[in-house]
C-alpha cells in the first residue's frame, strides 16, 4: 500500500554519473549533486513512496564510484529502485548493491506492484557500447512477465526507443527499438508511461501514443542543439532537476522540480 491510498507519489531521477573519491566530472563534482537532491526529497517528499534512478548511477562504472553513490544513497530516507545505464558496470553493481533486482537471466530488472500500476524496471545497457539494447533474453522475460499480469503498467528505462531530435542522443538511443515495440505493442493500452533518462534533459511528448518523459540529469546536461549534425554535441551546466509524479487511477502528473533554485517567493 503506498502512503496515501488516494495518490501514489514518487521521484524519478535519473543520470547522477557519480565518480570516485569525490572527482569531478566535466569539473563539477557529481555526488555534491545527488547529495543536495537526496536532501531535498529527505526535506521535502519524505511522504513520497519510492525513488526511481534510470541509470548512469556512475559515470565510469567502477568500485570506487560506486562506494561513493552507495555512500549518498544510504541517507535516503525512502526506498529506490536502480537502473542500469551506458556508463554502468552490471557486475560492479551486483558486488556493491547484491540486493538489486534482477531477472532469472541475470540482468538489472525487476517489478514493484502499486495501486495505480505494475512498475517495470527494465536493463537496456550493452556492455561497450553507449546506445541500448534489449536482447532476446531481456525481451523473453518483459513479454513473459506482460503476458501474466493485466492491469496499468509504467516502465522505466535508461534509453529511449524513441528520437528526440538531439542527433547524438538518437544515435545512442535503443538501438532494437522496432522488436521492443512488438512485445509493447500488444500492451499498449495499458503502458501508463515510460520513463527514460540518457538524455539529460526534460523531454516530454508521446510515442506511438504512449506518454514518455525525460528528465535532467544531476551533473551535466546536453545542450539543447536541435536536429543539427556535424557540428559535435556540446554538454552544458543548466540546474539539474527530478521530477515527481502523482499518479492515480485517472492520471499521471509529473512535475519537474528544479531543487538548487533558491529565487525569491512571494505572495500572489
Ligand atoms: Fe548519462
Redesign the pocket.
Known amino acids: 500500500m503506498n502512503k496515501n491510498p488516494e495518490m501514489l507519489k514518487f521521484i524519478h531521477m535519473t ?1 547522477c ?1 557519480v565518480a570516485g573519491n569525490d572527482q569531478t566530472v566535466y569539473g563539477e563534482r557529481p555526488s555534491t549533486k545527488l547529495r543536495a537532491a537526496i536532501d531535498s526529497i529527505n526535506r521535502d517528499h519524505e511522504d513520497a513512496d519510492f525513488v526511481v534512478i534510470t541509470g ?1 548511477l556512475t559515470h565510469h562504472g567502477d568500485d570506487a564510484a560506486y562506494e561513493n553513490f552507495a555512500r549518498e544513497l544510504r541517507r535516503l530516507v525512502i526506498p529506490s529502485h536502480l537502473l542500469m ?1 551506458n ?1 554502468d558496470d552490471t557486475r560492479t553493481f551486483r558486488f556493491h548493491f547484491p540486493e538489486a533486482q534482477r531477472c532469472d537471466c541475470g540482468f538489472i530488472q525487476g517489478s514493484k506492484r502499486t495501486p495505480y500500476g505494475l512498475c517495470l524496471f527494465l536493463d537496456t545497457s550493452h556492455k561497450g557500447s553507449s546506445a541500448g539494447r534489449y536482447c532476446e533474453e531481456r525481451s523473453k522475460w518483459l513479454s513473459g512477465v506482460l503476458g501474466a499480469t493485466d492491469g496499468p503498467v509504467m516502465l522505466f528505462m535508461h534509453h529511449p526507443p524513441f528520437k528526440i531530435g538531439i542527433p547524438d542522443t538518437d544515435d545512442s538511443k535503443l538501438e532494437d527499438a522496432e522488436a521492443f515495440w512488438e512485445i509493447v505493442e500488444p500492451h499498449k493500452d495499458r503502458i501508463r508511461h515510460i520513463f527514460v ?2 538524455a ?1 534533459r526534460v523531454v516530454f511528448g508521446n510515442w506511438r501514443g504512449i506518454s514518455v518523459s525525460c528528465m535532467r ?1 544531476l551533473n551535466h546536461q546536453v545542450s539543447l542543439e536541435l536536429l543539427r549534425s556535424g557540428s559535435g554535441q556540446h554538454g552544458n551546466f543548466e540546474a539539474p532537476a527530478y521530477g515527481i509524479v502523482l499518479a492515480n487511477s485517472d492520471q499521471v502528473m509529473i512535475h519537474m522540480h528544479d531543487f538548487t533554485d533558491r529565487s525569491e517567493r512571494f505572495v500572489f
Do not use: K, M
Request: glycine share 34%.
Open positions: 543520470d554519473h548512469d545505464g556508463h533518462g540518457h539529460h540529469g
